[in-house]
């Protein structure tokens, strides 16, 4: 797929006439910092230990998903438990307990110059993530300072997560555009629902264990396999002067 067809393509199924892209939609886990590989080693724990079983694969589908959610969803297909929101976010401060104790996680390499090349354009960027471990989001504005200030849309700010398209609908009226004018940095399957379903141009970045199929067939419009190779890809998508 190259990034002429994809916007194409794009275009006739969006039913607009231009692709100006004004904002930018980033997910966090997978796509700011490598760190699913350590919340699936914290889930399968707390579950584990909840003698629900399960792999750590399962967690890179669910990933998008706000975590309170995650945990009534796992307790009630697992062990057959109906939780409730206090219970949940109790298990998700275990959870996130079990996290923090793995260590600090790195930074999806090039994503920082993604990011500042698209500052560089006037392109905002705007924070939006599943996620409700603080201690990952404070992190953000030392690690990519200047980039999001404000503009963010997190598990906290949500009643539906992802694949439900409201945190990202939530993340076009943040950054005060149309649909048609983001572009979704995104890494997992439910996001890419979530982006799609928003009306998004869709890019996945397959930093993950799950095949491109599973990221196209959830809606990404474009795949790209690295931070490094959408680096790269930016002008095309950008500029498109063929279109």
């Given amino acids: 797929m190259t990034e002429k067809n994809a916007i194409i393509n794009y275009m006739k199924y969006a039913g607009v006439k231009a692709f100006t892209v004004k904002a930018a939609l980033v997910d966090c886990d997978g796509v700011l910092y490598d760190s699913m590989k ?9 579950m584990t230990k ?6 750590r694969d399962e967690f890179y589908m669910l990933e998008g998903m706000v975590g309170t959610e995650v945990i009534k969803t796992k307790f009630k297909s697992g062990a057959g438990k109906v939780l409730t ?3 949940a976010l109790a ?8 996290f923090r104790e793995l260590g600090e996680v790195p930074m999806i390499p090039n994503t920082l110059e993604v990011l500042n090349a698209l500052k560089e354009r006037g392109i905002h960027s705007v924070l939006v993530t599943g996620s409700q471990q ?8 030392q690690d ?12 906290h700010d949500v009643k539906h997560g992802k694949p439900n398209p409201e945190p990202y609908l939530k993340g076009i009226a943040h950054a005060g555009v149309k649909p048609c004018e983001c572009i979704v940095l995104e890494n997992a399957p439910l996001g ?11 890019i996945g970045i397959n930093t993950g264990p799950l095949s ?11 795949v790209y396999p690295s931070m490094e190779e959408l680096l790269a890809a930016l002008p095309a998508i950008l500029d498109n002067p063929e279109l």
């Fill in 91 to 98: 298990l998700y401060g275990v959870k996130g307990r079990y």
């Fill in 85 to 87: 929101d206090d219970e």
């Fill in 50 to 55: 909840n003698g629900i079983k399960c792999s």
């Fill in 38 to 46: 350590n919340h699936s080693r914290a889930w399968v724990k707390l």
């Fill in 192 to 202: 890419e629902q979530a982006a799609h379903a928003a009306g998004c141009f869709t």
């Fill in 212 to 222: 491109e199929k599973d990221l196209y067939k959830a809606g990404a419009d474009i």
């Fill in 144 to 155: 990519y300072p200047g980039i999001f200030g404000e503009r963010r849309v997190t598990g």
């Fill in 134 to 141: 603080v201690s990952l989001l404070e992190r953000i504005e």
